[in-house]
């Protein structure tokens, strides 16, 4: 798997590359505050692995969660279904934040 990309890189790529992004937290912490285009798709949704199936294998995906650890094992099961071009954000959410990055809530 690529790794997790720093902040700075995760906002450089989102503006240069566009990828699709999902926020695999939960609804709870989406609401509370979330990247700009980001999708909600919970981790620990019983049926994640259907919703991950129906996405465009063939499109750019960059994820993120917390801190860092859902987005990576989300990767791992989306390299498993056959997704390419799939990148996280080092440190999640709070890195983030931290850095000074915008949120919507």
Known sequence: LPSP?????????LKN?????LDVRT????????????????YYAPDLKDKLNRLDKTAR???YC??????AATLKI???LGFTDIRDIA???NAWVEAGYPVVK
Not at 17 to 21: F, G, M, Q, V
Not at 27 to 42: C, K, N, Q, S
Request: cysteine-free; proline content about 9%; glycine content about 8%.
């Open 17 to 21: 590359a566009k990828p699709a992004l």
């Open 61 to 63: 995906y960059l994820i």
């Open 5 to 13: 990309l720093p902040p700075a890189e995760a906002k450089a790529y």
């Open 91 to 93: 440190g999640g959410f």
């Open 27 to 42: 609804p709870e912490e989406y609401a509370a505050g979330h990247l700009e285009t980001a999708v909600l798709t919970d």
């Open 78 to 80: 989306m390299q498993e």
């Open 66 to 71: 917390r801190s860092g650890k859902r987005s």
